[in-house]
Nanobody
Framework: QLQASGGGLVQAGGSLRLSCVAS????????VGWFRQAPGKERDLVTV????????YYADSVKGRFTISRDNAKNTVYLQMSSLKPEDTAVYYC?????????????????WGQGTLVTVSS
C-alpha cells in the first residue's frame, strides 16, 4: 500500500529526494512519517507530519536539512534531504497512521512501505 523510492548513493553535502506513494488510500487523512535504520542500529523516527492537525516533527539531527512535503494530486509524500552527511546513511522507510495525532514511534504506525537505501559517501 505504501511504496518508497528514491534512495541511492550521494556524496556528502549533496541532496536526495525520497518518495512515498500510497495506493488504495489517500494521504489527506493520515500522519506520514519517515524512519531510518542504519546497520546494527534501531529504527529511528526522522520526521512525521500530520497535515490535518497542522503538526510536524523533525529529529534534531535533521532539522534544517530535511523537509517533508506532500503532493495531493500524486498521492505522494516526499522527504527532501539536503546537506547530507555520512551519518545519514541508512535504509529509509515511510509509514502512515490514520488520525489527527502525531505519532512518535514506530509502534504507532500500522502502515509501512518497503525500505529504500540511502548511502552518503564522505
Amino acid at each position: 500500500q505504501l511504496q518508497a523510492s528514491g534512495g541511492g548513493l550521494v556524496q556528502a553535502g549533496g541532496s536526495l529526494r525520497l518518495s512515498c506513494v500510497a495506493s488504495g488510500r489517500t494521504f489527506s487523512t493520515y500522519a506520514v512519517g519517515w524512519f531510518r535504520q542504519a546497520p546494527g542500529k534501531e529504527r529511528d523516527l526522522v520526521t512525521v507530519k500530520n497535515w490535518s492537525a497542522g503538526r510536524t516533527y523533525y529529529a534534531d539531527s535533521v532539522k534544517g536539512r530535511f523537509t517533508i512535503s506532500r503532493d495531493n494530486a500524486k498521492n505522494t509524500v516526499y522527504l527532501q534531504m539536503s546537506s547530507l552527511k555520512p551519518e545519514d546513511t541508512a535504509v529509509y522507510y515511510c509509514a502512515a497512521d490514520l488520525g489527527t495525532h502525531l505519532p512518535s514511534n514506530q509502534y504507532e504506525f500500522p502502515y509501512w512501505g518497503q525500505g529504500t537505501l540511502v548511502t552518503v559517501s564522505s
